[in-house]
């Protein structure tokens, strides 16, 4: 992160609400999906988090599970949203819509491969990690240049690999990365470095767990 001479800002980088492939345990890639209830009411207890936050500008993936959480958090600040494709989620090709359990029955040598050598070991028919981490850094770059306080809504493989990038690690460490669902984490810059305030916060949402 070296090197960006920009102004001090703040980036807060949420995850969608839950749907109902989380729920359900099935790979969501760039499956277009809403919300369900449970996400629905995620993302008004989130919203109501950052309602005192400074933001400028918000920057969404194109996703609707995305979308509308970003413009439920919007409902406090009334600020300009901006979708942006390279915040979408990574493309996971043939297994869009697997469940977990079905994808580790059928897919173990894949997945063993996967996890050995994530950043770039290629989806069937989808992205690598390191094809998502380039697009979504470019959008990144974007934001930081206007040196204003940003809100960006994106996903799970999204987030892990900003957040590799911020912290300078190889994407193999992306585990430590991963967010859940409504969290909210916040980098503050400084002289074009970034550091990481709060991760995968979720404490809005303790008492409307289900």
């Not at 918000?58 to 979708?83: C, G, M, W």
């Not at 981490?133 to 990144?140: D, F, L, S, T, V």
């Not at 799970?156 to 669902?181: G, H, M, Y």
Request: a negative charge; one cysteine or more.
């Amino acid at each position: 992160m070296n090197g960006y001479k920009v102004a001090n800002m703040e980036l807060i980088l949420v995850r969608h609400g839950e749907t109902l492939f989380n729920r359900e345990r099935k790979v969501q890639g760039i499956t277009d999906i809403e919300l369900n209830d449970t996400g629905l009411r995620q993302v008004h207890q989130l919203a109501l988090s950052l309602k005192d936050h400074a933001i400028h500008q918000i920057y969404s993936s194109p996703l609707k599970r995305a979308y509308k959480t970003a413009e439920a958090i919007n409902q406090f600040h009334d600020v300009p949203i901006h979708r942006r494709s390279g915040l979408m989620e990574m493309d996971q090709g043939d297994f869009e819509g697997l469940s977990f359990q079905e994808l580790s029955a059928c897919e173990k040598n894949f997945l063993r491969r996967w996890l050995e050598y994530p950043a770039i070991t290629k989806m069937p028919n989808g992205e690598s990690f390191i094809e998502v981490q380039e697009r979504a850094w470019n959008a990144i770059e974007d934001i930081l240049m206007r040196a204003e306080n940003a809100l960006v809504v994106s996903h799970n493989f999204t987030i892990a690999a900003i957040l590799c990038k911020i912290k300078c690690v190889d994407l193999s460490q992306f585990r430590n990365a991963c967010v859940e669902t409504a969290s909210q984490t916040i980098v503050q810059f400084a002289n074009g470095v970034g550091k990481i305030g709060l991760f995968d916060d979720r404490s809005h949402l303790e008492e409307y767990e289900l």
